[in-house]
């Protein structure tokens, strides 16, 4: 946990997916793989957007992406 927003990460079969669940009542801005995409089919509460490199997470926000294993960009959180 960093600042208060938990970051889960899982690899299978060449694809990696990322989860973020921001605890906190404030917005965070997070660094994240550019490779990052979400998910098309998350539910509709899952409210945080991946763009160029970065995560933003609404308070109490959730994010779910996908990229590739083949990026090897960590994901610094």
């Known amino acids: ?17 990322l989860v973020a669940l921001n605890f906190s009542d404030q917005a965070r801005e997070l660094p994240a793989p550019r490779a990052a995409q979400a998910l098309d089919a998350a539910p509709e509460l ?3 957007t991946w763009t160029n490199g970065r995560l933003r997470l609404p308070p109490y926000g959730i994010a779910i992406a996908s990229c590739s294993t083949e990026e090897d960009q960590a994901w610094d959180v």
């Not at 946990?1 to 997916?17: A, K």
């Open 1 to 17: 946990i960093r600042d208060e927003v938990l970051c889960l990460e899982r690899h299978y079969q060449g694809q990696r997916l």
């Open 46 to 48: 899952v409210n945080g």
